[in-house]
Nanobody, 119 residues
Framework: QVQLVESGGGLVQAGGSLRLSCAASGRTFSSYAMGWFRQGPGKEREFVAGISRSGGIAYYADSVKGRFTISRSNAKNTVYLQMSSLKPEDTDVYYC????????????WGQGTQVTVSS
């Protein structure tokens, strides 16, 4: 089992950047693929990006490709989401998740961090 805690959310102007972090507990972080999702009020949860256990493979939703970068440090038990060229439609609560494959399914979830992009 793994526990996940996100941080790094906040308010940013359109065109700006933010980096989200997700710290995982336990000594088995490297055995999990990791992902980032987002969800807003009245919206379904949306896959944003996933990364393999070694970090060698990353996968992105079309809506963020070229603007967001997922990475991980197995030494630090942390996964990151670097977000650039942010748009107001990126405003959501962002969640990190751990699972077997970077394409899912994901079994463990963090509590979320709010990202708000102003126009």
């Amino acid at each position: 089992q793994v526990q996940l805690v996100e941080s790094g959310g906040g308010l940013v102007q359109a065109g700006g950047s933010l980096r989200l972090s997700c710290a995982a507990s336990g000594r088995t972080f490297s055995s999990y693929a990791m992902g980032w999702f987002r969800q807003g009020p009245g919206k379904e949860r949306e896959f944003v990006a996933g990364i393999s256990r070694s970090g060698g493979i990353a996968y992105y939703a079309d809506s963020v490709k070229g603007r967001f970068t997922i990475s991980r440090s197995n030494a630090k038990n942390t996964v990151y989401l670097q977000m650039s060229s942010l748009k107001p439609e990126d405003t959501d609560v962002y969640y990190c998740a751990a699972g077997t494959w970077y394409t899912g399914p994901y079994d463990y979830w963090g509590q979320g961090t709010q990202v708000t992009v102003s126009s």
